[in-house]
C-alpha cells in the first residue's frame, strides 16, 4: 500500500500542491499535518507510524516535509524500517529500497538540516539588524482586559487556573508569567 504523507507549517498554507503530486503518484491513504517540522511531535505523522504496515511505502514531495534534522529523519526511518517500510521522497528522488537510495538520504537529510539553521542564522541577523534601528520591538504582549479580575477569582479560590486561562485563552506559561507581574 502506498501512503502519502503531507506536512505544511501553519493551519493557513495550502496543502493542494502535494497532495496532487501524491494523488499522481497513486497513494492510497494520505495523511496530512499542519505544524512546524521542528520535531517530530505530529499528530498525523504519529498516526501514519501506526497505520503502516509490513510492505508499505511512505511517500513524500520532500525530505523537509518529512523531517527537519538528520537525527529526527533518520530516526523516523528507522521506525519505518523496523517495520519493513519503504519511504520515497519524490523531489530528493530518494528510493530506500537501494543502498544508495540509503546513503542519499543521508546526505539530503543533512543538507535539509543545513539550510534550516541557515534559515535560523539569517533570521536571528535580521532581527538584530531591526533592533539596532529600532525597528524590531519583539512580540506584541498579549493583553486581555478582563485579565486582574478572572485572576482575582482565582486567587479567591472560585475558578482554577485551567478555567481561568481558558477564558482568557492563554497558556500556563504565559498565564503564570503574567499572574507573577502583577
Request: charged share 30%.
Amino acid at each position: 500500500m502506498k501512503i502519502g504523507y503531507i506536512r505544511v507549517s501553519t493551519t493557513e498554507q495550502n496543502t493542494m500542491r502535494q497532495e496532487v503530486l501524491l494523488k499522481e503518484l497513486g497513494v492510497d491513504e494520505i495523511f496530512i499535518d499542519k505544524a512546524s517540522g521542528k520535531n517530530t511531535d505530529r499528530t498525523e505523522l504519529k498516526r501514519l507510524l501506526t497505520y503502516v504496515r509490513q510492505g508499505d511505502t511512505v511517500i513524500v514531495e520532500s525530505i523537509s516535509r518529512f523531517a527537519r534534522n538528520t537525527r529526527d529523519l533518520l530516526e523516523l526511518i528507522e521506525l519505518l524500517t523496523a517495520k519493513h517500510v519503504e519511504f520515497i521522497s519524490r523531489k530528493e528522488a530518494i528510493d530506500t529500497t537501494t543502498p544508495t537510495g540509503k546513503f542519499m538520504l543521508i546526505i539530503f537529510g543533512a543538507v535539509a538540516e543545513l539550510e534550516r539553521e541557515y534559515i535560523l542564522q539569517r533570521q536571528s541577523e535580521g532581527i538584530a539588524i531591526a533592533k539596532a534601528q529600532g525597528k524590531y520591538k519583539g512580540r506584541k504582549p498579549i493583553v486581555h482586559p478582563d485579565f486582574e479580575k478572572v485572576v482575582s477569582k482565582w486567587k479567591a479560590g472560585s475558578l482554577t487556573a485551567v478555567e481561568a486561562m481558558r477564558r482568557l485563552n492563554m497558556k500556563p506559561s504565559t498565564f503564570y508569567r503574567k499572574v507573577k507581574k502583577i
